[in-house]
């Protein structure tokens, strides 16, 4: 079965038709390196919203 999905609250042309297990996407920002950064990885800081991702994509 796919991942379970709210009750879509946009109109039905927005909704999607098919889903996935695919549930967790995310978007990873990095700095732009310059030729003086330091060759030290830098460290990621991972932010989970409160519970108020609702509709479709990872950049709502």
Known sequence: PA???PECKVPPIL???VTSEDCL???IFTPIPTQ???PTPLPVMIFITGGN????DASA
Request: hydrophobic share 30%.
């Open 15 to 17: 909704c999607p038709a």
């Open 3 to 5: 991942c379970p999905q």
């Open 25 to 27: 996407y995310l978007n």
């Open 36 to 38: 003086t950064s330091s």
């Open 53 to 56: 991702f609702q509709f479709l």
